[in-house]
């Protein structure tokens, strides 16, 4: 065959591979609540936002709970933005929740993941503060917290919670770990939790070749919310792959960062939280600040964060929590993150922060977008400086351990900026 059909020929299967993926991400995600939590880790972003009361927040959604967390800071306002409205739902029943609920009844919903008689509580509490559309997905999920069936947890719904609810399967029923892992999360110590890990040989008996196999498919990681985009990062950057990324990332978890505290796993393998181990909107104290009026900060938007931005004008935001959206959106509508970042910039307030998470071990596609900014043609390699130290320091401790990166970035003062917009152009220029 000649060399420009084999091309060809070859073009044509990653097109349809990569055509394919897409279909079945999509498939995955369509009408689905994708995060029953976060898993972004906020312990992070409060060391890297410093808020304040005077402070305006925008954040993906997700699953709600670091909208939550951001707003016990304090800050001015909290806008949750979320294309997908299951997110959004979700959000609003926590908080509807928060309302109606004595902390009693909140943690046993959302810390244990049931609620025996939600059908009643939700009936007579909860749905009369949702909107329409939260009020039209709840109205028919309720079997979500009746804890009862094969899935006893809220946390085993949505399509993470079902990748969680199968790994709890093959944890107790395929490779019978569930002694190991108890052990593991009952660990009082760094160092008792290698013990543990290297007694039960965690490192050969967890990864048999059917889990390996599992986690290189592209059905796998649609479950957990990752595109073929953010996997061809992984496999570009990691060596190994993605499956030796996610077993080196496991393997940090369960050897090198505490678990007493690291409420994401806790309930990624049991399907609840503990009191002592839970996200902060869940410890009681925090519960009776956001029921005493900050949760009335929170706002809630079903729109693309570019939408967003375009239809609130008077919005002016000085912080911004990206999570990992760019990654897949750099490569399939690289002119939508252009204008994203355009809308971001006329939005920001003069000490604005960005703060963003990425499947890769780098970044390389923010600085070279071109923008307008204070007047001139540049690129935002020319207007956000980065506190590197400052990420990677924090990077390294993140209880949630399976993001590439972390990056955290402000605006250059105007003169810094101009400066160097002008020497990159001289540059361009000469050659």
Excluded at 132 to 143: C, E, G, L, T
Excluded at 197 to 202: C, G, P, Q
Excluded at 306 to 333: C, N
Aim: aromatic share 10%; net charge negative; glycine share 4%.
């Amino acid at each position: 065959m000649p060399e420009n059909e084999q091309n060809t020929t070859k073009k044509k299967g990653r097109l349809n591979s990569d055509g394919l993926s897409k279909w079945m991400f999509n498939r995955v995600h369509q009408n689905n609540l994708v995060y029953d939590t976060c898993w972004e880790d906020p312990r992070l972003d409060h060391v890297a936002l410093e808020l304040t009361p005077k402070d305006v927040v925008m954040v993906i959604t997700s699953a709600g709970c670091n909208a939550l967390d951001y707003a016990l800071k304090g800050p001015k306002h909290v806008h949750a933005v979320d294309m997908n409205p299951r997110q959004n739902a979700l959000l609003e029943l926590k908080i509807a929740a928060i309302r109606e609920l004595d902390y009693e009844q909140f943690f046993q919903m959302f810390g244990r993941g049931s609620l025996p008689d939600f059908k009643t509580v939700y009936k007579e509490k909860l749905s009369q503060h949702l909107s329409d559309s939260a009020r039209s997905y709840w109205d028919s999920r309720s079997k979500m917290f009746s804890g009862k069936g094969l899935r006893p947890s809220f946390y085993f719904y949505g399509t993470s919670g079902t990748f969680a609810r199968l790994i709890k399967f093959y944890v107790d029923r395929i490779k019978r770990l569930r002694p190991a892992v108890n052990e593991l999360l009952a660990a009082k110590s760094v160092e008792e939790q290698k013990e543990i890990y290297d007694r039960h040989k965690l490192s050969k008996t967890l990864w048999t070749p059917m889990l390996k196999f599992a986690m290189r498919r592209d059905m796998t990681l649609a479950l957990l919310g990752v595109p073929r985009a953010q996997r061809q990062q992984i496999d570009r950057d990691c060596p190994g792959g993605i499956l030796q990324f996610v077993i080196d990332s496991l393997e940090t978890v369960l050897t090198k960062l505490p678990l007493q505290d690291n409420y994401f796993w806790h309930v990624y393998l049991t399907g609840q939280y503990r009191p002592d181990c839970c996200p902060e909107y869940l410890k009681e104290e925090n519960f009776e600040k956001l029921k005493g009026g900050l949760v009335d900060r929170i706002s809630i938007h079903t729109n693309t964060i570019l939408g967003f931005l375009q239809e609130e004008k008077d919005v002016q935001i000085s912080r911004y929590i990206l999570l990992d959206h760019m990654d897949w959106l750099a490569d399939v509508r690289a002119d939508i993150l252009a204008e994203e970042w355009q809308e971001m910039l006329d939005r920001a307030a003069p000490e604005t922060r960005f703060l963003w998470r990425s499947a890769g071990l780098s970044v390389e596609f923010i600085d070279p977008i071109s923008v307008k900014y204070q007047g001139n043609d540049c690129t935002l390699g020319d207007v956000l400086e980065y506190k590197s130290e400052v990420s990677d320091e924090l990077h390294q401790i993140d209880r949630v351990h399976t993001y590439g990166c972390f990056y955290i970035a402000h605006l250059k003062n105007k003169t810094a900026a101009n400066a160097e917009s002008d020497a990159n152009l001289e540059t361009v220029e000469s050659k």
